[in-house]
């Protein structure tokens, strides 16, 4: 029996019509799966991917430790001078300039000024973050109150370190350059270095929010060698 060629073809438009009606089909479904699934991960996929590619800072709005202080001026302008230091509201940075007009160390708040992030983005939120990230610090550090806390990460023999501020467990700023005795206006509390417990005890060099005068003109690194 001969079919109709009008049928045969008005069969073959409709099953090509219901195959793209499907793909139109499964492609929104696949796009609404795929927003849902952005929606409830998306921010965990962010946060991951930005701790994962993060690493401690080496430099500040294009300025490093050891760079001449009049390449910060020719960017920056002159800032607030202070002692030896030059204080950068917009940034929320200090620079520390030594007498032969280098940088020594850089204190930031990470935002948008002085990182890639926003101050809520950052990869470095709370102690949990840096630890998970880093591990165990080389200089441990706390304010006798407990309410704030220090984490050093050094690799050149504590020469120099980044150091990770935190006002309970919350992170409020970063110093990168060398590493000096702790000056935090405040009394000190436990102090470790390399895993040595030198605070509080008879080792202790630091006393009050100073250092004892035994250890005035020494370093970190004189303290890990007589420990």
């Known amino acids: 029996m001969l079919r109709d060629p009008a049928c045969t073809s008005w069969n073959n ?3 090509r019509f219901f195959k793209y009606i499907k793909i139109i089909l499964l492609s929104a479904l696949g796009l609404l799966a795929f927003g849902v699934f952005l929606a409830i991960f998306g921010q965990d996929i962010a946060s991951g991917w930005r701790m994962a590619m993060y690493t401690h800072p080496n430099e500040v709005a ?19 001078k202070k002692e030896d230091y030059i204080i950068y509201k917009e940034l929320d940075a200090t620079f520390d300039i030594n007498s032969l007009g280098k940088i020594t ?8 000024m002085t990182t890639k992030y926003t101050y809520n983005t950052f990869p470095i939120q709370t102690v949990e973050d840096l630890q998970d990230k880093f591990g165990a610090p080389n200089i441990y550090s706390s304010s006798k ?22 006002e309970q467990n919350r992170i409020t ?19 470790m270095v390399n895993g040595t417990i030198f605070c509080p005890g008879e080792r202790c060099p630091l006393v009050g929010d100073d250092v004892k005068p035994e250890w005035q003109g020494k370093s970190v690194r004189d303290l890990v060698a007589n420990k």
């Open 173 to 191: 700023y970063i110093g990168i350059g060398n590493i000096t005795w702790r000056h935090s206006g405040s009394e000190h509390g436990d102090y």
């Open 145 to 166: 109150d407990q309410l704030s806390r220090r984490y050093t990460y050094s690799t050149d023999n504590l020469l120099t370190g980044v150091t990770y501020n935190f």
């Open 62 to 80: 294009e300025i490093g430790v050891g760079d001449e202080a009049k390449e910060l001026f020719f960017r920056h302008g002159k800032g607030q």
């Open 13 to 15: 438009a409709m099953q």
């Open 105 to 112: 160390y850089i204190s930031f708040v990470p935002d948008k």
